[in-house]
């Protein structure tokens, strides 16, 4: 069984500072996806990587993957208080057309003024 | 990108009663489509796989005759809660992916579910 497991689960910091939220996954997957939630609110994708190595960047996330060491990032640079949400990952075994994700525990970013 | 639509949005039922979710993908098709509910303050939980034209296949301890999936079509999914109880309140999300493409996932809006 996948386990897909994040770290920190709540992550308060102050605004213009720097932070990492790591996602380790059970078994070999070289496809996972960090999503972000407001409350209330659906999940908005944040970035999709699909091979080893991979890093992408919007704004202040930047995401990579490491499909070696079964551990993706996601770093926050300068935080500012828009950021704050839960964010997850979500890991894809890619077993086939209708691989199924499996979801970290989420992290709760609260970046505070 | 592309858009799934998931309604209601939100939709309050008395315990007993039966609750139908719909899930259209709008500008794709989807071959599978995904069920899930989260709880406060939770990760997302799979409850049911949807497959265009064949029964969908649930994971371990989701009630198939209580949450029923029908995908009748490459573009819509319904979930319906029946007999739904207090502890059924949740938050369900649709997903879908692209017929022939197993990359990324798309969701629906949510729909919140309190049963009273």
């Known amino acids: 069984e996948l386990k897909v497991e994040q770290n920190p689960l709540f992550l308060s910091m102050q605004e213009g500072k720097n932070y990492t939220i790591y996602c380790n996954y059970s078994?070999?997957?070289?496809?996972l996806y960090w999503y972000r939630q407001d409350p209330g609110k659906s999940l908005e994708s944040l970035f999709v990587?699909?091979?080893?190595?991979a890093v992408k960047q919007e704004g202040r996330l930047m995401a990579s993957l490491d499909t070696k060491a079964r551990l993706s990032t996601l770093h926050i640079t300068a935080a500012v208080h828009d950021l704050s949400a839960t964010y997850f990952c979500?890991?894809?075994?890619?077993?086939?057309?209708?691989?199924?994700?499996?979801f970290g525990t989420g992290t709760r970013l609260q970046v505070t003024l | 990108g592309a858009v799934v639509s998931q309604h209601p949005s939100w939709v309050i039922c008395k315990s007993g009663t039966s609750v139908k979710i719909e899930c259209r993908s709008l500008?794709?098709?989807?071959?599978?489509m995904f069920w899930y509910r989260q709880f406060p303050k939770q990760s997302l939980m799979l409850m049911a796989t949807?497959?265009?034209?064949?029964?969908?296949?649930?994971e371990q301890g989701v009630e198939k005759d209580k949450f029923l999936i029908n995908h009748a079509s490459l573009t819509l999914s319904t979930l319906t809660v029946t007999s739904a109880h207090p502890e059924d309140s949740s938050f369900y999300i649709c997903?879908?992916?692209?017929?022939?493409?197993?990359?990324?996932?798309?969701f629906g809006q949510g729909t919140r579910l309190t049963v009273v």
């Open positions: 997903s879908a992916r692209r017929i022939w493409m197993n990359t990324e996932a798309f």
């Open positions: 500008d794709f098709q989807a071959t599978t």
């Open positions: 990587l699909l091979s080893n190595g």
């Open positions: 949807s497959n265009e034209g064949s029964k969908a296949t649930y």
């Open positions: 078994t070999t997957s070289d496809r």
């Open positions: 979500a890991v894809d075994p890619n077993t086939g057309t209708a691989s199924k994700l499996t």
